[in-house]
Structure formats: C-alpha cells, structure tokens
C-alpha cells in the first residue's frame, strides 16, 4: 500500500500540490469570516443544576459581572476644584455608549422623606458642586454618614473612594466592549492629567477587555517567534535555505487550515484555539524533520534522489502517521470532558495535527523532487561530532551500565511519586498574572480599599409572596448580612435590607444611628413610605423579584483561588446559612461568578485527568495492535510514562498547582512524546531483520540513526514549548515551561531507558503464529533493502 502510496504521489505531484493549493486558498477565504470570543469560558456544563440556577438569577436580576470601577485615593480629590471634576467625568461615563449606569460619589442619590405626600424620593446629595471648601467639606461629612454607602463607594478608614459603572449586556459581550472600555479609561486619564489623582481600574469588564487584548498580542507574537526558532534550528541542523523554508511553507498551510477549521466548525477563537497555530509551528515540523533525515541517510548510502524520496513515503510515512495520530489522541481526548472550550480546542487540534501528515507526506517529497540532490555540505549533519558523540556515549551507557540506568531511574520515580503526593489543585480567576503588572497591582489597590471587585451572590427565596414585607423575614436576613459584613475580606452586603435600613435613618432625618432594621411599630408606616417610593420599580429590579418573593444579596470578595474560596463558601458560610435559616421556610442558595468558578474549577480538572487516562488506554491500544505483545506495550509506555511522573514531581516540590493549563500539559506531553517510542521501535524491529535479530546490534543502529531525528525535533518541541514563558500570564508560562520540561525528559528516556529496557527483557525472537503489525513496517524497510528478496 505505501509503495502504491509513494508511486503516486511522486507521479502526480504536481497536481496533489495544486489541490493542496486551493484547498489553502478556500480555507484563507473561510478564515476571514473567523470571530472572537468575547464571553467567559462557560466550563460547568448547560444542564448542572447550578448553573440552571444562575441562569435563572441572571433572567431575574440581570448580570452580576458587569461593573468596572474606578477607585481614587488621594485626599487632593475632596478639593472644590477636583470633586467638581469628578462630577464632570461620572456625567461624561455616563454619555459613553454601553454605559448603562454611573454610580459616585458626585452623583449620589439618598432617600428622603416627604412627609406631605407620606413617601420617600431619591434626590441628589450634591446637587451642585459648591465652590467654597468648608461648604463641600459639610457635604461629605453628611454623606459619610450615609450607611448604605459604606464600604461600597467610600472607605471610611483611608478616604478612597469608587466610581461604579454598569455595562450593559450586549456590550459586555461583544467587540464593541474595547471600545467602550478605552473609552472609560481614557476618560479617566483626562482626569487623572487635570487633577493629577491616580485612577485605578478594576471590575470583570475591565480585566476581560484588557486580558482579551493582551491574547490576541501574545497569540501573534508567539506564532512568529515559534517560525523564527523552528526556521533557525532547522537551519542550523540541515545547512540548507531549502530545509527551512518548505517545512516553514507546510506550517504556514496548516496555520491557514486551523483558521479556515475553526470558521467552518463555527467556533470562535478563544484563549485556547487562539493557541493552536503556535502548537502545530511547534508539533507539525518535526515531520518534516524524520523526514529529511531519512532522505538524507538514504542518499548518502546509495545516491540515488527518486529511490531515496520514495522510501520517506513508504518507510516513514505509516511510522509519521501512526505518530501524528497518538499525538492527535492527546488532543482529542479533551472531546471527553464534555467542557465546551476544551471541545473544541480538542477537535480542531486533533484534525489539523492528521492534516499537518497528510500535507507533509505529500510536499516534502514532491518539492524536494523538484531540486538537484543535496550536496555534501546539506549532509553533514549526518556526520555532525558532538551530536554523534553523545549518541555514541548513549549507546554505551544502556549496553554497560544498564543495572546503574535502572537503579537511578528506580530512586527517580520514587522521589517522583512522594512529589506528586505533594500536588496541590488551585487557580484564580484572573490567572496568577506577575505581582508586578499593572493590572495585578491595580486589582491589589481594590482588594486592599474595597475587599475586591469579584462577585458573589446569596439568593434568599422567603416562600411566599410579599415575603419582602415580613419583619421576620428581614431580621433573619439581617442577621446573616451582619455576619457576612463580618467576615475579613468580604464586602459590605448591599439587598433590600440594606435599603430598608438606609429608608430607616432617612426617616429620622439621616441619623445614622437609626440605620437598622425598622422596629414593629416602626415597620408599619416606613414600609408603606418605601412602597410609595418613586424608583422602587429599579430597586426590586435590582435586588427583589417580582413577586416580592426573592431577594438577592451582592458581596464582592478578592480573587483568592478556588481553595479559599471553595473554603469561605463551603465551610464558612454555608453552615451559617443553615445555622440561621434552618428553622425557617425560607431557602437560601448561594450563586454568581465566584461559586460557579470554583465548582468549573474542580470539574474541569477532574475531566482533564479522565482525559489522560483516556489518552493513556488509546495509547495503549495503539501499541498492542502494533506490537501483539504485552512485554513490548509495557515496555514502550514506561519511557512515556516517568516524564509525566517527573512533571507532577516538580509541580509538587515548587509549588505549581494543578489548574486548568498545567493539567493540560500531561495529556498533550504523553500524546507527543509517546512518537518517540514509536519511531525508535520501528526502527529497531527494522534493525532486527537486518541482523538477524540480535538486539544488541539493533538497539545500537537504532541509536544511531533514530536517535539523531529525536533529539534534532526534541530540541525543536522544547524551544517550541519555551516560547509560551514569554507571556504575561501565568498559565501559559506554566505550560510553556513544563510541557518543554516534559519533553526534554521523555527524550532522555526515550533514548536511555528505553534502550535499556530491550536489551533487558526483550529477546528479539518472533513466533511464527504472532505477526505485530510493527513488524509490517520493518518487513517492509528490509525488503526495500533487499530488491532480490522481493523478486
């Protein structure tokens, strides 16, 4: 079959080539129809009942991530001059399309009482900015005495104050979203040089819009450093223009075909897929590495160009397709996690990784076919001293020193094992960003002043109707929001309580004394003031259903990882909520962006690990149909399997935890470096054939020759992979650098432990009832070598 293969490739190459050329231009016309996702990774599933129920809250109450704040803390912006600049600048937030609302200090609303029309009226606290400074200094004095502020626009203790800004949903979710947002900031950097009062930034918004921005710039930068890297190490192994440009050609095809994938599967590019062109810079070129390698080899031994290009076809070819697809398997296994982002990362990594095959079996042969042979100085890398020497060194070692190679590698797994006991699962929702950012250091101010800008929501269901209106009801909520206001680190609580209670001390001319909840004989006339009140349509739209029935409660909290955060909920504050409510009708449920992270959080990494073990037994099966042979599997998985070990033992020791993008490498490393193993052992059986089937002499050959293309695309995958430590975010520095890490060692493995291992156990002897299909592929490199054998 591969030698009919070969047959017709290089018969018809020239018109294999301009299929491949118009399927690259209808892909390039696809890819122009190619979206952004603007909208959160939605990683808990469509039918959890969790996050049914937060779809239903958002239905009710609207959006829980949509404020971008601005905080200012400098005493200078209580001056006449500045805060009547501050008012100026919420009016013009204000004008900004996809502003929904401003809520500041400027522009501060507090109820008042009307006792004429026996109701309460939200007016104005500076209706004008005086000009003179004891003036606005009596102002805010009795603006700080307005509780329901508190802790939510002004820090009582320091002075800082916000700016609140509402973004609405359809800009929230769409490109116009940077827009809107360097509005906002530029806005604020008039201020900031008129005034000369810093203005930090914060809120879900603003992190998105400034994340999404830095992605696109990092995904860019990285496609092109990863084609200058791989360009220049292909250059400096094979000496040749050729050698660089062709296989960068097929690379640049194939980033075409993920763009042109992504658009027809109708996905959008995310964090993840935005990552792929880069990967398969990385992952595709070492296909063209074996494969001129071997072309090379070939030549040299008998100079013949047409019999040496046919051979990568029929020799290397199944071997880089049986490759290729356990590397695709590493990818295509995230389909099994049921995770919508990691679907589709996996389906179209996985489709263009057999894609990146099928175009290199194709253009490497037929181009090269198109050019004189190469010269001597295009072969010397055959010949190159220090590489062949420490192949020599290698081949030495696994044959002299193989009780020493299984000893240490024995005391490393068991070091190994302890570390990864020592593995921790954690992730933030703004993923570990340098301390020393500019968007780090500004969320570091809000968490700081104002307890953070990430939401959490607690929903009180009072069971019946009106339920609002029951001073029971309210007590109990009460009760619960003074503990949560309690709680280190977490906002002040803001409800229809916290409203009541503000409706309260207005009624007693805003004495913040009375800032409570309304006593029996109170309660009577102050509801019924608050049911006349004129905005009570926007207050139950905020925080009270329609039927009076449920109330929402909105804290914000820092982003302190899910383990902190799965503990404040899970162990904090969910036993309080039964301790008060359990004797009540009324159920209590905590939802919002934050629980519903830390339970995407555990999901997603439980769903990663079931996607490695899937990987895992794929692989396995791959290797028995290949080898029908349980020593063999074994012994081709171990090599594959204590890189991974050695991984998790250093994410354990230094502290790396497991999150979404570190557990992403091992499934991804175990698919990639499991190719080595299969192109040393098709070799080796090869080299079995050819010595009658003595393995030390095999393992030797298959040093030798294989040995050089492993490590040549080891060196490749690993500044490939080293690329992605250049970014700003943390996850993608850790998979930069431990999937680099991950395959540095399974080379080593590869090289010594493997070898090690078949001149250990494996006796190089065939029964005549088993024929491994492997075997298929070394019969038919000693046949090719041996023309009369087949006559």
């Known amino acids: 079959m591969w030698t009919?293969?070969?047959?017709?490739?290089?018969?018809?190459?020239?018109?294999?080539?301009?299929?491949?050329?118009?399927?690259?231009?209808?892909?390039?016309?696809?890819?122009?129809?190619?979206?952004?996702?603007?909208?959160?990774?939605?990683?808990?599933?469509?039918?959890?009942?969790?996050?049914?129920?937060?779809?239903?809250?958002?239905?009710?109450?609207?959006?829980?991530?949509?404020?971008?704040?601005?905080?200012?803390?400098?005493?200078?912006?209580?001056?006449?001059?500045?805060?009547?600049?501050?008012?100026?600048?919420?009016?013009?937030?204000?004008?900004?399309?996809?502003?929904?609302?401003?809520?500041?200090?400027?522009?501060?609303?507090?109820?008042?009482?009307?006792?004429?029309?026996?109701?309460?009226?939200?007016?104005?606290?500076?209706?004008?900015?005086?000009?003179?400074?004891?003036?606005?200094?009596?102002?805010?004095?009795?603006?700080?005495?307005?509780?329901?502020?508190?802790?939510?626009?002004?820090?009582?203790?320091?002075?800082?104050?916000?700016?609140?800004?509402t973004v609405e949903k359809q800009a929230l979710n769409s490109e116009y979203r940077h827009t809107m947002v360097a509005d906002i900031v530029r806005a604020g950097e008039q201020f900031e040089e008129a005034t000369g009062i810093k203005v930090n930034y914060a809120g879900l918004p603003y992190v998105r819009s400034v994340n999404t921005l830095k992605i696109k710039e990092e995904l860019n930068k990285f496609l092109v450093y990863s084609i200058i890297i791989t360009g220049l190490i292909l250059f400096g192994f094979f000496r040749s223009l050729k050698a660089v440009v062709f296989p960068l050609i097929i690379i640049g095809v194939i980033v075409v075909w993920v763009l042109g994938t992504i658009s027809l599967f109708g996905f959008k590019i995310t964090l993840l897929t935005g990552l792929i062109p880069s990967i398969i810079v990385v992952i595709g070129i070492p296909n063209s590495v074996y494969m001129l390698n071997k072309y090379h080899h070939e030549y040299a031994a008998h100079g013949d160009q047409m019999r040496a290009l046919g051979k990568i076809i029929r020799n290397i070819g199944i071997v880089t397709f049986i490759t290729n697809f356990t590397t695709a398997v590493g990818f295509f296994v995230l389909v099994f996690t049921g995770i919508p982002i990691l679907v589709e990362f996996g389906i179209i990594a996985g489709i263009n990784i057999m894609c990146t095959f099928v175009v290199s079996t194709i253009m490497i042969p037929s181009v090269f076919s198109l050019f004189k042979p190469p010269t001597s100085r295009h072969l010397k890398h055959l010949d190159f001293k220090m590489l062949n020497g420490a192949l020599v060194g290698m081949d030495v070692l696994v044959h002299k020193h193989r009780k020493l190679i299984f000893i240490f590698t024995g005391v490393l797994v068991a070091v190994s094992i302890y570390g990864v006991s020592q593995l921790r699962s954690v992730s933030y929702m703004v993923d570990d960003l340098p301390e020393d950012s500019p968007l780090a250091l500004q969320l570091k101010f809000f968490e700081e002043n104002f307890s953070g800008v990430m939401p959490l929501e607690v929903i009180v269901d009072t069971g019946t109707k009106k339920g609002v209106q029951k001073l029971g009801n309210l007590r109990k909520i009460n009760e619960f929001e003074m503990f949560l206001d309690s709680l280190e680190g977490i906002s002040q609580p803001v409800s229809v309580v916290s409203f009541i209670k503000a409706a309260r001390q207005?009624?007693?001319?805003?004495?913040?004394?009375?800032?409570?909840?309304?006593?029996?004989?109170?309660?009577?006339?102050?509801?019924?003031?608050?049911?006349?009140?004129?905005?009570?349509?926007?207050?139950?739209?905020?925080?009270?259903?329609?039927?009076?029935?449920?109330?929402?409660?909105?804290?914000?909290?820092?982003?302190?990882?899910?383990?902190?955060?799965?503990?404040?909920?899970?162990?904090?504050?969910?036993?309080?909520?039964?301790?008060?409510?359990?004797?009540?009708?009324?159920?209590?449920?905590?939802?919002?962006t934050v629980p519903l992270f830390i339970k995407g959080n555990k999901y997603l990494i439980d769903n990663l690990i079931t996607s490695m073990i899937f990987a895992f037994f794929i692989i396995a099966v791959i290797m028995a149909i290949l080898f029908k042979n349980f020593r063999m599997i074994v012994i081709s998985l171990i090599p594959n399997m204590i890189p991974l070990l050695l991984t998790g033992a250093i994410m354990g020791f230094f502290g790396i935890p497991l999150k979404p993008s570190t557990a992403l490498i091992f499934s991804i490393a175990f698919g990639i470096s499991v190719d080595d193993s299969?192109?040393?052992?098709?070799?080796?059986?090869?080299?079995?054939?050819?010595?009658?089937?003595?393995?030390?002499?095999?393992?030797?050959?298959?040093?030798?020759?294989?040995?050089?293309?492993?490590?040549?695309?080891?060196?490749?995958?690993?500044?490939?992979?080293?690329?992605?430590?250049?970014?700003?975010?943390?996850?993608?520095?850790?998979?930069?650098?431990?999937?680099?890490?991950?395959l540095l060692f399974a080379m080593l493995t590869n090289l010594i432990v493997l070898p090690a291992l078949l001149l250990q156990f494996d006796t190089g002897k065939i029964k005549k009832d088993d024929h491994p299909y492997i075997e298929d592929i070394a019969e038919a490199e000693f046949d090719d070598e041996n023309p009369d054998k087949n006559a």
């Not at 004989?521 to 009140?533: G, K, P, Q, T, V």
Request: glycine share 6%; with cysteine; proline share 3%.
């Open 506 to 592: 207005a009624f007693y001319n805003q004495n913040p004394a009375f800032y409570s909840i309304p006593t029996n004989r109170e309660s009577a006339f102050i509801l019924r003031y608050l049911s006349e009140e004129s905005d009570q349509e926007g207050i139950s739209k905020s925080f009270v259903d329609s039927t009076g029935q449920v109330i929402r409660i909105s804290l914000k909290m820092p982003d302190i990882g899910s383990n902190k955060m799965d503990s404040l909920v899970n162990q904090v504050i969910s036993p309080k909520i039964d301790e008060i409510f359990g004797d009540s009708k009324m159920d209590v449920r905590i939802t919002g």
């Open 4 to 165: 009919q293969l070969a047959n017709i490739i290089l018969k018809y190459r020239i018109t294999l080539m301009a299929i491949l050329g118009l399927i690259t231009v209808y892909m390039a016309y696809q890819a122009q129809f190619i979206q952004w996702s603007y909208n959160m990774a939605n990683i808990v599933p469509e039918n959890d009942p969790e996050q049914q129920y937060f779809r239903q809250f958002k239905q009710t109450f609207g959006e829980d991530g949509n404020i971008l704040a601005l905080g200012f803390k400098d005493s200078a912006i209580y001056k006449s001059d500045n805060f009547r600049r501050m008012k100026y600048l919420t009016n013009e937030l204000e004008s900004i399309r996809g502003v929904k609302d401003v809520l500041g200090l400027a522009n501060l609303k507090m109820l008042e009482k009307n006792n004429a029309k026996r109701r309460f009226e939200l007016v104005e606290v500076f209706p004008e900015i005086p000009k003179e400074q004891d003036k606005l200094d009596s102002m805010l004095t009795f603006a700080s005495n307005l509780k329901f502020y508190s802790g939510q626009l002004i820090n009582a203790d320091n002075g800082a104050t916000l700016l609140l800004v």
């Open 678 to 742: 299969i192109h040393f052992l098709a070799k080796y059986r090869q080299e079995l054939h050819a010595h009658n089937f003595f393995v030390p002499i095999a393992v030797s050959r298959s040093l030798r020759e294989t040995g050089a293309s492993m490590m040549y695309t080891s060196i490749i995958l690993f500044c490939g992979f080293v690329i992605f430590t250049l970014s700003e975010f943390g996850g993608t520095v850790a998979l930069g650098k431990l999937t680099s890490i991950t």
